[in-house]
């Protein structure tokens, strides 16, 4: 499978998605971001720099301060794939970041999306 063009895409392109899937579940922006500081160690200003900088998901994830030690416990599935048994590290990692967003608009807690 060629993931090119997923890990070419800019990070930005797709946020305000995954803010409108919150959004839709009454859920908000802070809330998705929170998700996002969680996973990659990016504070807000980094953040916000990124999507100013339309960086595409390759460099976004590549990086990250840090991919948060909990990850291993994110499980299930996403777009049909079993996030757990993705082998390709980076659609990993891009998988997570949709699975967690997911859990959100699903009104999971944030104690458990965060795996606390």
């Known amino acids: ?3 090119t063009k997923v890990y070419k895409m800019s990070f930005a392109s797709v946020y305000p998605h995954y803010i ?12 998705v971001d929170e998700i996002i500081f969680w996973l990659t160690g990016y504070d807000e200003q980094t953040l916000s720099q990124i999507i100013e900088n339309k960086t595409d998901f390759e460099t976004f ?5 840090q991919i948060n030690p909990n ?3 994110i499980t299930g599935v996403i777009c049909g794939y ?6 390709d590290k980076l659609m990993q990692q891009i998988r ?3 699975k967690l967003i997911d859990e959100l608009a699903k009104g999971k807690s944030m104690d458990k999306i965060l795996r606390k």
């Not at 919150?22 to 809330?31: G, L, M, N, P, Y």
């Not at 994830?61 to 301060?65: K, L, T």
């Not at 079993?82 to 082998?87: G, K, L, M, P, Q």
């Open 1 to 3: 499978m060629n993931n």
């Open 20 to 31: 409108q899937k919150a959004e839709k579940k009454a859920h908000t922006k802070a809330e």
């Open 61 to 65: 994830f590549a990086q990250a301060p």
């Open 71 to 73: 990850v291993s416990k």
């Open 82 to 87: 079993r996030v757990e048994e993705i082998e």
């Open 96 to 98: 997570y970041l949709d």
